[in-house]
């Protein structure tokens, strides 16, 4: 072998890897849990051990696509479909607006302040979810959407892990730009 590693290889190199640990048979909830957790997890990790200035860097412009911005992207995704439609609750936006619909990219700027407020904020939706799928009676409960009509709580998981899953590719190219690092 020539020493050279697959891009397919893991992400990190020591030891196991938790993001693999969701069920792959058994009870629904906690696999599309386990899958969506993996998800945040890798979103996480492709962040991990950067500073704010490489946070907030931006892809090739003209995107404002940065791995800060997709933090609170997320966020305001948890915050949207388990506060607003699955719990019927009046909670805005943290990031974006009506009058700065892409406010959660263009507001991801290098400053130490903006960065720990975004990880707070997916920290606090994240845990939400969490807490309303744990205590959700089943995957079947329904919320109103606008865009999509009535959703139920699987719906929801199953859209959350294609969100992730497809920001997370976005998360790859990013970090890879910024310090080469590269893996699943």
Known sequence: MSGR????????????????????????RAMLAG?????????VL?????EHVALSRRAVGPSTLSLLGLVRHLADV?????????AGQDAPPR????????????????????????????REEVAFADRF????????VVGEDGWRGTVSLR????????????????????RER???ARGL
């Open 46 to 50: 492709k962040c991990a051990e950067l």
């Open 178 to 180: 910024i310090d080469g």
């Open 78 to 86: 948890e915050r949207r479909w388990f506060r607003c439609v699955l």
């Open 5 to 28: 590693s697959r891009r397919a290889e893991m992400f990190v190199t020591a030891g196991p890897d938790g993001r693999l640990d969701a069920p792959a048979t058994g009870d629904e």
């Open 133 to 140: 799928v744990a205590a959700a009676p089943g995957l079947d």
């Open 95 to 122: 990031f974006s607006s009506p009058a700065r619909p892409d406010g959660d990219f263009e507001g991801a700027v290098p400053d130490r302040d903006v960065v720990a407020s975004a990880w707070e904020a997916w």
């Open 155 to 174: 719906w929801v998981l199953i859209h959350l892990v294609e969100e992730y899953a497809r920001h997370n590719g976005h998360a790859d190219l990013l």
């Open 35 to 43: 899958f969506l957790g993996a998800q945040r997890a890798t979103l």
